[in-house]
């Protein structure tokens, strides 16, 4: 299985970017999706999450200007982000729990897509 993510780039400050994540290879069903973040100097911290029933959950510091949802069909995940701030400067990572087998489900996660908010 391997994740691919795009839309990365660089944006002003109250700009807008959508990151996307595509899962590939052998997928039975995929549980959770989500996008994490590490910035210079920083731990990895959690942005948002998804569920494969649709269920969300986001980090305080992006609620109300981050979106995240999936498309089950193309085994994608979306992370819409509105309203950039230079602080949302970081390394953004997708992951997936993955089943490639009914009892075995594992975590990958995408090469990871850099995003820069400038002031």
């Known amino acids: 299985v391997q994740l691919q993510a795009s839309g990365g780039g660089l944006v002003q400050s109250g700009g807008s970017l959508r990151l996307s994540c595509a899962a590939s290879g052998t997928i039975i069903s995929i549980n959770g999706m989500g996008w994490y973040r590490r910035a210079p100097g920083r731990q990895r911290e959690l942005v948002a999450g998804?569920?494969?029933?649709?269920?969300?959950n986001y980090a305080d510091s992006v609620k109300g200007r981050f979106t995240i949802a999936r498309d089950n069909a193309k085994n994608t995940v979306y992370l819409q982000m509105n309203n950039l701030k230079p602080e949302d400067t970081a390394v953004y990572y997708c992951n997936a729990n993955v089943y490639s087998s009914p009892l075995n489900p594992q975590i990958y996660w995408g090469q990871g897509t850099q995003v820069t908010v400038s002031s």
């Open positions: 998804i569920i494969s029933g649709g269920t969300t």
